[in-house]
């Protein structure tokens, strides 16, 4: 049998359970050429190899990580106000990708980069204690309880993402899910590696930017619950 053949009676591999729906969508022009000239500077594919977030930025840098950053409004206004860190934006969703590269080019932004694919694949490519914030703002809840083996924030990935957290990093998510908020809060509180920074759900804090998707949920009367713990 050769290295191509496939054995039948084999076991089926093993696929990791994604916390996400792949979505391309249509882009628009704008958009297209956007992705087109500016993703050989700003982009990374996700892969299995290890990333150098210094040889990356092109300096050394505290690094926040954005999980999920859709349009890449939020992370363009943070990284904006905030250019002493580096901003490492993960998405799926290749329009979303290619407005937030339109956005850094518009705002001259410089210590954004952004990475196509999944989010915990880039995470496992990188050092312990390397990033000084991961934020993870409005996740896929998955709202059926059959799909809840899907979301994000779960024992496992939470042990990971604090792992590449340095003494003292934030975990920041943000939901507008009540359910997923609690259960949130539960799987946060038990990482005995993390601390709550407020004692319960935070205020929402002035450097987190409104976005349309949170003022749409706050429309359909929707609260939004922060949760930001810190690496002990």
Known sequence: ????????AAPPTSRPIRTFHPRRGRMSGRQTDALD???PAYGLDVSDEPVDLAELFGRRAPVVLEIGSGMGDSTAA???ADPDRDYLAV???TPG???LLDLVERGGLSNVRVAQGDALDLVRGLPDGVLDAVHVFFPD???KARHHKRRIIQTAHVALLRSRLGPGGTLHCATDWAEYAEAMRQTLDAD???VDAYGGFAPRPAHRPVTKFERRALTAGRPVADLIYRRR
Request: avoid cysteine.
């Open 78 to 80: 943070m990284a904006a």
């Open 37 to 39: 000239r500016l993703w």
């Open 141 to 143: 809840p998955w709202p």
């Open 97 to 99: 990708i290619a407005n």
């Open 91 to 93: 998405e799926v969703h």
């Open 192 to 194: 005995p590696g993390l």
């Open 1 to 8: 049998m050769t290295a191509t053949d496939h054995d039948p």
